[in-house]
C-alpha cells in the first residue's frame, strides 16, 4: 500500500472514529431519531468512501501485478466476491 494512501486511510478511520463516538453520545443522550440517523448516514458514507478509497488501491496495485503474473482469475474471483459482498443487505 502506498504511504499516501495509507495515510489518507489512516486520517479517514480517526474521524469515521469520532463520529461513531459522537453517535453513541447522541444515542445516550436520546438525542432526536431524525438527528441520530443523519450522523449514521454519515458513518455510512465515510465507512464507503474508505472502502472505495481501498479498492482503487487494490486494482491500481494489486491486479494489475495479479495480471501480470498469470493470475487474472484469482484477481477477478476476489473482485467479484466482494462486490457480491457489498450487494448484500
Do not use: F
Request: proline content about 0%.
Amino acid at each position: 500500500m502506498k504511504t499516501i494512501i495509507k495515510k489518507k486511510l489512516i486520517r479517514r478511520l480517526k474521524i469515521l472514529e469520532g463520529q461513531i463516538r459522537g453517535l453513541q453520545k447522541m444515542i445516550e443522550k436520546e438525542e432526536y431519531c431524525i438527528d441520530i440517523l443523519y450522523q449514521s448516514l454519515a458513518i455510512k458514507k465515510a465507512l464507503s468512501g474508505i472502502e472505495d478509497l481501498l479498492l482503487e488501491n487494490h486494482l491500481s496495485t494489486h491486479v494489475i501485478d495479479q495480471i501480470k503474473a498469470g493470475k487474472e482469475l484469482k484477481s477477478t474471483k476476489e473482485i467479484l466476491e466482494i462486490y457480491k459482498l457489498s450487494k448484500r443487505k
